[in-house]
């Protein structure tokens, strides 16, 4: 057990249910008894007594919500009552989802993660910020470099759901900034942690050298010419977008894979 020996209150630790596999026909199962197994298979292997938050993973991927207002959100909530976890939340990229999920539920959602909605091709989370703050919500907004849009916009990952437009206009900003000296990734960074109303900003490191660039831009933020860059690259280059998001893309990949299983 990994955390066996550590203090308790030292950390804060959670983790997520309904994502499970990366095969297809594995990939996603948000019934009740497989979230209960998954909170105490986790509990098991990290030995932590308990759960700070657990979140109900990429939502919008189950085949109706119905399964989640009835099975997976009231299995969470019996987890609560048995001392396994403090928090209930939820994640998923589009946040029409999120927000009818909420409407829904009986059970007290506590938190809700959005990722790559408050980045500079795309604020949309921001919309939904305060209607989730008036319902006592935290809101965790993730992946403020855009899932590596903006870390290396020339060699991203095939997975990548990013249409090419958003692609294209990542790839142009980066020659931008190299032709200025500026690290585009750096400015995406502060461009994130700079947009009011998110109760957190999570953003994924490999390395501990990233992260220390990452607090570097929390703590002392840009200078002068960086700033200006990034005001010119918002304008030149992510204001003109028309298509901002990739809602659907991936969902539609995915069913046609499950239809084909």
Same mark, same amino acid.
């Given at each position: 057990?990994?955390?066996? &020996?550590?203090p308790r209150t030292s950390y804060?630790?959670?983790?997520?249910?309904?994502? %499970?596999?990366?095969?297809?026909?594995?990939?996603?199962?948000?019934?009740?008894?497989?979230?209960?197994?998954?909170?105490?298979? &986790?509990?098991?292997?990290i030995g932590c007594g308990y759960? /700070?938050?657990?979140q109900v993973h990429d939502i919008?991927?189950?085949? &109706?919500?119905?399964?989640? #207002?009835?099975?997976?959100?009231?299995?969470?909530?019996?987890?609560?009552?048995?001392?396994?976890?403090?928090?209930?939340?939820?994640?998923?990229?589009?946040?029409? #989802?999120?927000?009818?999920?909420?409407?829904?539920?009986?059970?007290?959602? /506590?938190?809700?993660?959005?990722? !790559?909605?408050? !980045?500079?091709?795309?604020?949309?989370?921001?919309?939904?910020?305060?209607?989730?703050?008036?319902?006592?919500?935290?809101?965790?907004?993730?992946?403020?470099?855009?899932?590596?849009? %903006?870390?290396?916009?020339?060699?991203? =990952?095939?997975?990548?759901?990013?249409?090419?437009?958003?692609?294209?206009? !990542?790839?142009?900003?980066?020659?931008?900034?190299?032709?200025?000296?500026?690290?585009?990734?750096?400015?995406?960074?502060?461009?994130?942690?700079?947009?009011?109303?998110?109760?957190?900003?999570?953003?994924? !490191?490999?390395?501990?050298?990233?992260?220390?660039?990452?607090?570097?831009?929390?703590?002392?933020?840009?200078? &002068?010419?960086?700033?200006? #860059?990034?005001?010119?690259?918002?304008?030149?280059?992510?204001? =003109?977008?028309?298509?901002?998001?990739?809602?659907?893309?991936?969902?539609?990949? %995915?069913?046609?894979?499950?239809?084909?299983?």
């Amino acid at each position: 057990m990994v955390l066996s &020996s550590v203090p308790r209150t030292s950390y804060y630790v959670g983790t997520k249910v309904g994502r %499970y596999q990366p095969e297809t026909k594995n990939m996603f199962d948000f019934s009740a008894e497989k979230t209960i197994w998954s909170v105490d298979e &986790s509990l098991r292997k990290i030995g932590c007594g308990y759960f /700070d938050i657990i979140q109900v993973h990429d939502i919008e991927f189950a085949e &109706s919500l119905d399964v989640i #207002v009835h099975e997976t959100l009231p299995a969470l909530q019996k987890v609560k009552k048995a001392g396994k976890a403090r928090y209930i939340g939820i994640t998923g990229y589009q946040l029409d #989802v999120l927000e009818t999920l909420i409407e829904r539920s009986k059970v007290k959602i /506590d938190t809700v993660l959005s990722y !790559c909605r408050c !980045c500079l091709h795309d604020t949309s989370l921001l919309d939904v910020v305060p209607r989730l703050k008036a319902r006592g919500i935290g809101v965790i907004d993730a992946a403020g470099v855009g899932m590596g849009l %903006y870390a290396y916009p020339e060699a991203l =990952p095939t997975w990548h759901p990013a249409p090419s437009s958003i692609r294209d206009a !990542c790839k142009r900003a980066d020659v931008f900034c190299r032709e200025n000296g500026v690290n585009l990734s750096k400015l995406a960074v502060y461009f994130n942690l700079n947009q009011e109303g998110a109760d957190t900003h999570l953003i994924g !490191c490999s390395e501990a050298q990233v992260m220390q660039e990452n607090l570097n831009v929390c703590i002392n933020g840009l200078n &002068s010419k960086e700033k200006k #860059v990034l005001d010119d690259i918002t304008k030149i280059y992510f204001k =003109p977008l028309v298509m901002r998001n990739w809602e659907g893309i991936e969902l539609k990949k %995915y069913w046609r894979k499950m239809n084909q299983v």
